[in-house]
C-alpha cells in the first residue's frame, strides 16, 4: 500500500514536468511533421515519452540510489535519442552509444559475475539492443508504445508479487504512472504528444532492465513472453521485407498495427487497446499455465505467427495497391 501511495505522489510530479517539457518543446519547435510513411496527420509535439526518464529519475532520487550504473546508462541513451529527436544523429554513432548504455545496464546486472559464461552476457546485450530498436520501430500510432508498456509493466508487477520478487514493486508503479501520464496526452484521436525516440528508447531500457533482472535471479527464460506480441510482429515483418528484397533499415508501413490503421481505417486507440488486450491475454494463459511455461511461450509463438501470417494474406495487398498508387501519384505529379 506504502509503494501505491508515494507512486500517487509522483503523478502530479511527473504531469508538471510533461507540461514543462510541452512549454520547452513548443519553445524549440521539437515537433513531428506527417510524411507519406506517417500514420498520423497533423504536426504534434514530439518527445513527450521522455517522462519515462522522468519516472525512472523519481525512483532513483527517492531511495533507489543503488541504481546508479543503470541510471547512468539510461541517461546516456535518453540524451542520445532526444538528440536524434531532435536533430538526426549518425546509425553508427548512436547504435555505439546504444551498445555503451546497454553495457552500463549489464553492469548493474551483475551480468558480468561469471554466473553466466561471457558469451551469453554478448549474445544478450545484441538481442537487447535489437530490442530496444524493435521498440522504437513500433512506436508508430497513437496510445500503441503506452498501452503495450502498460501490459508489460503490469504483468511485471504481478510477478514481484505473486510469483517472485525480484525488484523494488515501488520501482514499477512509479514507472506505471509515467505512463499513464503519458497516455493522458497520447492516448486519444488527436495527440497532444508522441513519445518520440527519446520515449519509446528509454522505456524500452527500462523494461528491459527490469525484465533482465528477472531472468538474471530466476534463470527463467521464458519471461520473454512480456515481449511476445512485439517480438512476433517485428521479426516476422522483417522476414517479410526480406522476402520482398526490401532494405530492412529503410522506414516503411507494413507492420501490423500500421496496416489496421492505414488501410483498414482502424482507430489508433482501437489499434492500441486490441495490442494491449492480445498481450494481457497471452499473459493471463501463461501465469494461469506457469508449470508448462516453456511449452506455453513454445505454443504461443506459433499461435500469433500463424495469426500474422493469415492477417498478411488477407489484407497486405491493400498496403501493396496503396503504395502503387501513391508511386503513379509521384510519377504523375
Keep these: 500500500m506504502t509503494d501505491l501511495i508515494i507512486a500517487g505522489i509522483s503523478i502530479p510530479v511527473l504531469l508538471a514536468v510533461e507540461l ?36 525512472a529519475l523519481y525512483y532513483f532520487l527517492t531511495g533507489g540510489l543503488e541504481l546508479y550504473w543503470f541510471m547512468a546508462g539510461l541517461t546516456l541513451i535518453t540524451v542520445v535519442s532526444f538528440a ?32 553466466y559464461p561471457v558469451w551469453a552476457a554478448i549474445i544478450a546485450l545484441v538481442v537487447c539492443a535489437g530490442v530496444i530498436n524493435a521498440y522504437n520501430f513500433m512506436d508508430g500510432i497513437n496510445g500503441i508504445t503506452a498501452a503495450y508498456s502498460l501490459a508489460a509493466f503490469l504483468s511485471l508487477l504481478y510477478i514481484d508479487y505473486r510469483h517472485t520478487p ?13 505512463l499513464l501520464v503519458f497516455s493522458f496526452f497520447n492516448f486519444r484521436k488527436r495527440a497532444k504528444c508522441f513519445a518520440g525516440d527519446a520515449g519509446s528508447v528509454s522505456i524500452a531500457f527500462i523494461l528491459l532492465f527490469m525484465l533482465g533482472k528477472l531472468i538474471y535471479e530466476t ?12 517480438g512476433v510482429d517485428t521479426i516476422l515483418t522483417i522476414i517479410h521485407r526480406i522476402l ?9 508501413r507494413k507492420h501490423a498495427y500500421q496496416i489496421m490503421a492505414n488501410e483498414l481505417k482502424m ?18 494463459g501463461y501465469f494461469a499455465l506457469f508449470d508448462y511455461c516453456y511449452i506455453y511461450l513454445a505454443c504461443s509463438i506459433i499461435v500469433l ?25 509521384e510519377k504523375q505529379s
Design 267 to 284: 482507430p489508433h486507440i482501437a489499434v492500441a487497446s486490441l495490442y494491449f488486450a492480445i498481450q494481457a491475454l497471452f499473459m493471463a
Design 84 to 115: 536524434d529527436d531532435v536533430s538526426s544523429l549518425g546509425s553508427g554513432k548512436r547504435m555505439l552509444l546504444q551498445f555503451v548504455s546497454l553495457l552500463l545496464m549489464f553492469v548493474q546486472l551483475d551480468a558480468f559475475s561469471g554466473k
Design 305 to 329: 505467427c500463424t495469426l500474422y501470417i493469415i492477417f498478411m494474406k488477407a489484407f497486405f495487398g491493400l498496403h501493396a495497391m496503396n503504395a502503387v498508387n501513391h508511386t503513379k501519384k
Design 219 to 230: 534463470g527463467n527464460l521464458s519471461y520473454i513472453i512480456i515481449l511476445l506480441l512485439y
Design 166 to 178: 525480484f525488484i523494488d514493486p515501488e520501482f514499477i508503479y512509479i514507472v506505471i504512472a509515467g
Design 244 to 252: 520482398l528484397k526490401e532494405n530492412i533499415f529503410e522506414a516503411h
Design 20 to 55: 514543462l517539457y510541452f512549454r520547452i518543446a513548443a519553445r524549440f519547435n521539437i515537433i513531428d511533421r506527417p510524411n507519406e510513411r506517417s500514420s498520423h496527420k497533423s504536426v504534434t509535439l514530439r518527445g513527450g515519452g521522455i517522462i519515462f526518464y522522468f519516472a
